[in-house]
Every structure is written in structure tokens, then in C-alpha cells.
């Protein structure tokens, strides 16, 4: 392993991580939310006793926010930028240090889309969104139904299975895959390798989980470099295929959004579907009144994301003084927003615990973000989702689970790496006829 990875890991993890060691050590719920056991477990307490009377939470190491309306307000307004791992208060000789000799291109530095303000963000998201339209979404459909209904027919009737690696997961990367123009056997790769990479986009991790993505993101840059040369001699109709025939991205920008593209999509559609299933089966009424009422699928899909959001949390930086409900943040102030604790805001969502596959403004949610770095493949989650899970319960309508499932064990990405589940016996395949899909 290189040495400069430990240094990185040091400045932009390792003091991160004894700070909130430290604090939740001492009974900080905000640092137990974000590193500890209990954040991870079941987050949604933790949120409660933080969230207070004010909109703009200060806690022993940053602002904090668990208020719709500020959450929402700040993720689009333009005195606000992205947080970036270097933006955290580290010692700066460590961080010049960690500096000197740059990743491999990945999903969470520079040049990804996600770690970017304008106008090089924009300059980047351009290129790639005209493959996220309505229409875009609505010609995968098809694919989506294809790749569904074969997963399905995989799955043991009157077995059992792990309903995230042989589900769950599958949908998605299959997807994505297509549209970054990968071979279908190379799926598996990308699985591991997100597996391996999405601990970066949480605070504080461990040296192990650092060093084992280090690796991934390695081996990951060979193969887009194959990758890529074998677009520019012969492109096809894919996103990658456009922007390398473009010529308007260096290899280094190609790299490091193709790994955000790959990453984003698929990982909170996993985390969707997972979620999905877990809150179905706690709740039969509902699950009864969507097989009634099947048109109220795509609606309780709103309510998934809102109740257990798969992305718990983002945060955003001040790019200059700003006054916030009473307060000032200085410039260079990061404020967490709990996407997850604006989903359950009493003052939008009434009765926010309760799970409601009808509630009327459950769309409202912030899973997705807001402002400029809105997720780009929202629509297409939700797509998928709403395929997947209806398709599921059609086909194995006695669907169960089989034990308590494993949640990942990460803070921002809130889902099941394990799901044991009974299948029951399988019933007819139901052509789809898309009149409540999206």
C-alpha cells in the first residue's frame, strides 16, 4: 500500500474518526449518529433528540440541520457549496501532505460531479444528462421489465435466497451497466468494487475500510483505461461512448464520473428496493392496500425514500458569511443536512413515523437532494424500484422473511447488505401492462 494513502487516511479519516470516537464516547448523540453503532443501527431516535426547537443546530463539531424547509433551502441556495473531504478541519501540514499525490479518479474528489460547485460542475453534468430525461427513462423501461422478469424466474420457487445479492442488487447494475456501455459479465466487478468504495462517503472510517478502498479504486483505473481505448476505436450508443467521442473530458474527469455514474446508479436503488421490502412486510395493510389498489405504486415509493431514506445525510459548505434562522455561519462553516431527519419534519409530514403507501405529499421527501446536485438518476430509481418491488410481491406473494436482515454497516448509505427471506411458492408471471409504473 502506498504510503501516502495512510497519510490521506490520517488527515481526512483517521482525525475525523477519533473526534467522533471521543465525542460519542461521552454521550454525543450527534457523534454517535454519524460514527457509532447506534446511528447506524436505527438512526431515526438519535435524529429526534437532536433535532430541537431551533431549524439551525449547533452541536460540538458542526452546524446541523433537521428542518425541511432549511435543509431544502440551503441545498439551493448559491452562498453554499459542496463539502469535500478536504473542507474538514484537519491539521493543514497533514493535509498538504495527504495532497501531494492524487487518487486514482473516483466517485468522491475531483473531478467527480458530486464534489464540484459551478461552473465546472455544470460544465460536467451537461454532457451526461440528456441520458436521465423523462424520455430517456421511460425507452429503459422495457430493459428494466426484461431484466426483472429474469431475476424472478432465477429465484427458487418454495426456496429461499438473499434477496439483496440475487435481487435487489441485480436490477440496478444490470441497468446501469448497459447505459455505461460495460459487458453484462463484468457486473460483478462493479458490485464489489462499490461495495468496497461507498465507505468513503462517510466520516471517520476505519484504516481497513480506507486501504480496501484504495484498492478497489486501483484496480478500477486499469480497467477503465482498457475501458475507454476500446470506446474510442469502436463507440457504441452509450453515456461513456458519447463523452469520450465528445472530446471535451480528460481521461483522468472520464474516470472519476464514470465511477460516480456506476456507483450512484445502482447503489440507491439497492438501498430502495431493500428498504422497500422491509417496510412492506412489517406493515401487511399496506402491502394489502397496494395489491387493491395497485395504482398507488408509484406513490409508495415516494414513502419508501421519505420514511428510510437510502441517503441519510449530505452537507454543504458557506462560501461567505451567511444569516441563518438567528444565526451566523462564517465562511467556511459545513452544515450536516439530515435528509433523513428533513424527511420525518412533523412541521411537512404528519404523523412522519407512520408508513402511509397514500400519504398525499409524500413526494416532498429530500432523498434525492435538491438544487443543482439533484440526483441525476432520480427518475430512474424510481422507475426501477417501482418495477422491482411490485413485480416481487406479484410473484411471490407469501414473500417472508427469513431472519433479521444485515444492514450495511455505513451512516450516509442507509440500507441491507443481507436480506435471508422465504420465498413462498412463485405464482404466475403477470405481463406488466405500465399503467402505474412511472
Known sequence: MKPHYWLRWLSQQGTPRLVLRTQARRGDPFASLLGGPDGIADPYPLIER?????????????????????????????????????????????????????????????????????????????PVTSAFTPRAIAKLRDRVETVTAE?????????????????????????????????????????????????????GISWRAHRHAMKAMEVMNDYFDVHLARLRRDPGDDILSTLVTAGELDDYALKANASLLMGAGFETTVNLIGNGVVQLLARPDQLARLRAEPELWPNAIEEVLRIDSPVQTTARTALED?????????????????????????????????????????????????????????????????????????????????????????????????????????????????????
Open 50 to 126: 437532536l433535532r430541537g426547537d431551533r431549524a439551525l443546530v449547533r452541536t460540538a463539531l458542526s452546524w446541523a440541520a433537521f428542518d425541511h424547509e432549511l435543509c431544502r433551502t440551503i441545498l439551493r441556495d448559491k452562498r453554499f457549496g459542496v463539502r469535500t473531504p478536504e473542507s474538514f478541519e484537519i491539521p493543514k501540514p497533514l493535509r498538504a501532505i495527504a495532497q501531494r499525490s492524487p487518487l486514482p479518479p473516483n466517485p468522491v474528489e475531483q473531478p467527480s460531479m458530486l464534489v464540484i460547485d459551478p461552473p465546472l460542475h455544470t460544465a460536467m453534468r451537461k
Open 151 to 203: 431475476l424472478l424466474d432465477a429465484l427458487p420457487s418454495g426456496g429461499s435466497a438473499d434477496l439483496i445479492a440475487a435481487f435487489a442488487a441485480q436490477v440496478p447494475i444490470a441497468i446501469i451497466s448497459e447505459m455505461l456501455g460495460f459487458p453484462d459479465e463484468d457486473r460483478e466487478l462493479f458490485l464489489g468494487w462499490g461495495d468496497a468504495m461507498t465507505p468513503l462517503l462517510d466520516i
Open 322 to 438: 451567511v444569516e441563518l434562522d438567528g444565526q451566523l455561519l462564517r465562511a467556511g462553516h459545513t452544515v450536516i443536512l439530515s435528509l433523513a431527519g428533513a424527511n420525518r419534519d412533523p412541521k411537512v409530514f404528519p404523523d412522519p413515523t407512520d408508513f402511509d403507501v397514500a400519504r398525499p405529499n409524500a413526494k416532498e421527501h429530500l432523498s434525492f437532494s435538491n438544487g443543482i446536485h439533484v440526483c441525476l438518476g432520480a427518475s430512474l430509481a424510481r422507475m426501477e424500484a417501482g418495477h422491482a418491488l411490485r413485480a416481487l410481491f406479484e410473484r411471490f406473494p407469501d414473500l417472508a422473511l427469513d431472519g433479521t436482515p444485515d444492514r450495511r454497516q455505513l451512516f450516509t448509505l442507509h440500507g441491507y447488505e443481507r436480506m435471508p427471506v422465504r420465498l413462498g411458492q412463485a405464482a404466475r408471471a403477470v405481463e406488466p401492462t405500465g399503467a402505474a409504473l412511472y
